[in-house]
């Protein structure tokens, strides 16, 4: 059966014409209460950005993401293989916590917050008003010929665009490797690192592209997020929503005229000027429903609004609202579930946090040398030898570092070297013997509690098995 032609939404995309090629959006220049909130959101958030991977607390890079050498650094915090329990929580928290924000607040975090969207659409956008002007003149310039104008513009639009994707992959660098080794690699001659300026032209051409070109369709073909729309929201999660009970009623919606009573006419409230649908950066007409293109950025909001105004009808036709507002012709409230949920976002967080603060700056192990069993000395005491590893995440290296036996009264002896030291953001290995009198031995196998002290602090605390004759017990 063939689709109507007001149907068409349904099996197909905004952005692909019937032949299958790419429909260009030209999106009309937003404006309106909800922009500016976004343009302060975005300017906020784009600072955070540049700036985060620059800023150093205790010494530790704010945010790091340093896959090759496994160093993560998460708001000062270093994280190290060995706090992968910490990583795989946050995994879960994040999951949890972007299940639930979803159901109850839709994709707020797309037009907000998404990275994709703050530079597709505060900065990338901008800059295309800026050199080829609103959406009726960039139509316009596209179809015309490539001529002195043309190729100004496009040139002048491609420089910057250039310039920015240059500067994100920069910054994109900052958190992978480190701020440090970007500003030592910006400071000296490119052909002393060719191999990190080749990775910085390929993250410029990559972001140039997603930016230049392939915009939107992040948001509707790449992300995962977006895919998952359709099985989070239900009809009380808010979204960007059209009220088609007020925008159609009996008649539907109809071109406005003069001085006609719409209320008595039954007439529908919109007045299918389609400005929403000329605003939208994903090419949809939110009139149609809630759709998985839609990233919540508020636009057709304001162009609405203002439209509202100016025929002097109510504002709002366009709005954040579930489903069950529209239905019940409720208003929007911080309803029992959105309270529920927000609490348990809450609480995730708070988990997470505390699970940072109450990590230890030290680790240590003391493993048995597997295959050796125990060994008398001289003494007739008893002997183990075991690994150790001690790891310091602080930025400070940690001097004069030796154990003590804490459980039993015996003596630890490191191979080497009594007291060590372990560098900052580094670890120290050896070997070690732990000897413990006969008397000592109440079973053929024990745990012994071990203190890890720099000087007379104790640091960390461990444990470990200690093998004995089976005659002592
Ligand atoms: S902007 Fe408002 S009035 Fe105009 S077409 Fe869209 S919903 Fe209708
Ligand atoms: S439908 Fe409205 S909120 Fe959704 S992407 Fe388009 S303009 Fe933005």
């Known amino acids: 059966m063939e689709t109507p032609e007001n149907e068409h939404f349904r099996d197909s995309i905004g952005t692909i014409n019937e032949q299958g090629n790419r429909s260009w959006v030209y999106p009309k220049k937003p404006s309106g209460k909800f922009y500016e909130y976004r343009k302060w959101v975005s300017y906020f958030l784009l600072a955070f950005l540049f700036s985060a991977p620059f800023i150093k607390i205790n010494g530790n890079q704010f945010l790091l993401f340093n896959v090759l050498e496994r160093r993560f650094n998460i708001f000062g915090f270093p994280f190290w293989p060995q706090d992968f329990h910490l990583f795989v929580i946050s995994m879960v928290i994040g999951v949890v916590f972007v299940t639930l924000f979803t159901v109850v607040f839709g994709r707020i975090f797309c037009g907000w917050i998404c990275p994709q969207t703050i530079f597709m659409e505060m900065v990338f956008r901008r800059i295309e008003y800026w050199t080829e002007g609103d959406r009726g003149k960039q139509i316009r310039l596209d179809k015309q010929k490539w001529n002195g104008e043309k190729w100004r ?197 708070s988990v997470l946090i505390g699970m940072m603060f109450l990590r230890n700056d030290v680790e240590a192990t003391i493993l048995r040398l597997p295959g050796q069993l125990y060994q008398k000395t001289e003494s007739g005491a008893i002997s183990n030898v075991y690994t150790y590893k001690v790891i310091n995440k602080t930025t400070e290296n940690i001097e004069g570092v030796t154990y003590k036996l804490l459980s039993h009264d015996g003596t630890i002896r490191v191979v080497s070297n009594e007291l060590f030291q372990v560098p900052r953001q580094g670890l120290a290995e050896g070997t070690l013997f732990i000897e413990l009198p006969t008397k000592e031995l109440r079973d053929d196998k024990m745990k012994l509690k071990i203190g890890v002290y720099s000087g007379d602090k104790l640091i960390e605390t461990t444990t470990t098995n200690f093998l004995g004759p089976r005659s002592y017990r």
Not at 242 to 253: A, L, V
Not at 285 to 290: F, H, P
Not at 303 to 313: A, H, N, R
Not at 326 to 349: D, H, P, Q
């Open 153 to 349: 513009k496009r040139l002048l639009k491609w420089s910057v665009f250039f310039i920015i994707s240059f500067l994100i992959a920069n910054v994109f660098l900052a958190y992978l490797i480190g701020s440090d080794r970007v500003i030592a690699y910006v400071t000296s001659p490119p052909t002393e690192h060719i191999s990190t300026l080749i990775s910085l032209l390929i993250f410029t051409g990559v972001f140039y592209f997603v930016f230049a070109w392939f915009r939107e369709q992040v948001c509707i073909i790449a992300c995962p997020y977006g895919r998952l729309q359709g099985v989070l929201l239900d009809n009380q999660s808010v979204v960007v929503a059209y009220d088609y009970k007020r925008g159609e009623k009996e008649k539907g919606r109809a071109k406005f005229k003069k001085n006609e009573d719409r209320a008595t006419s039954g007439k529908g409230d919109c007045i299918d000027c389609k400005l929403c649908v000329h605003v939208c950066p994903t090419g949809i007409d939110i009139r149609n429903g809630t759709q998985l293109e839609c990233v919540n950025c508020t636009a057709c909001i304001d162009e609405c609004d203002d439209m509202m105004e100016k025929v002097g009808l109510p504002k709002g036709l366009i709005r954040y609202a579930s489903i069950n507002n529209i239905e019940k012709k409720s208003k929007f409230r911080f309803n029992a579930r959105m309270k529920g949920y927000t609490a348990v976002l809450g609480i995730l967080i």
